[in-house]
């Protein structure tokens, strides 16, 4: 039978855990540092509207005649353009950031199935060999316990045979020897 280690089970066990968990890490670290850029460009984008909006409102608590409520009007439009434009390019960057993430999400994926396979198929494969190796290990233990009981009963045999010719000659001897006696008178 195998010789192997219990501690031998126990690495191969906690090696096979760590290959199959490592590719679903691929993909939570994927998953994370994505959620970090979409978290940096929400609260990129919430300080810049925050900021513009504070802008504003400073603005409007320097009216103080109409002279510069009319120059607080006239300026509005530019404002609202500058907010127009920044909306767009913010929707852009998210498009991109969302295909990014996409892209960056499938290739883990792509990576994780072919891993998972491969470590699949690995794994059956060095099972397949050790269930080989543990069954030629036990039919070569059953040939040398077979090949010895043999063996003992060759030896039995013989000893049998040999106690079955000293008896039989004995037997032999004795039926002489009372032939013998009987005809000396």
Not at 104 to 129: P, W
């Amino acid at each position: 039978m195998s010789n192997t280690n219990p501690q031998d089970y126990i690495n191969q066990f906690n090696e096979n855990a760590q290959k199959m968990f490592q590719p679903w890490s691929k993909l939570n670290q994927a998953f994370l540092r994505n959620a970090e850029m979409m978290t940096d460009f929400s609260l990129n984008t919430i300080k810049t509207y925050s900021e513009m909006s504070l802008d504003n409102l400073r603005q409007v608590a320097k009216i103080d005649s109409p002279e510069s409520a009319k120059e607080f009007s006239s300026k509005q439009a530019e404002m609202l353009n500058n907010i127009s434009q920044k909306m767009l390019a913010d929707a852009q960057k998210l498009t991109e950031l969302g295909n990014c993430m996409q892209d960056e999400i499938m290739q883990v994926m792509g990576d994780v199935y072919e891993e998972t396979s491969e470590h699949m198929q690995t794994t059956m494969q060095q099972t397949a060999e050790q269930a080989t190796k543990n069954a030629q290990d036990y039919a070569a233990n059953m040939n040398k316990v077979a090949e010895q009981v043999a063996e003992k009963a060759s030896e039995a045999v013989k000893s049998a045979t040999q106690a079955t010719t000293a008896a039989t000659n004995a037997s032999a001897s004795t039926a002489s020897n009372d032939k013998t006696t009987a005809k000396k008178p």
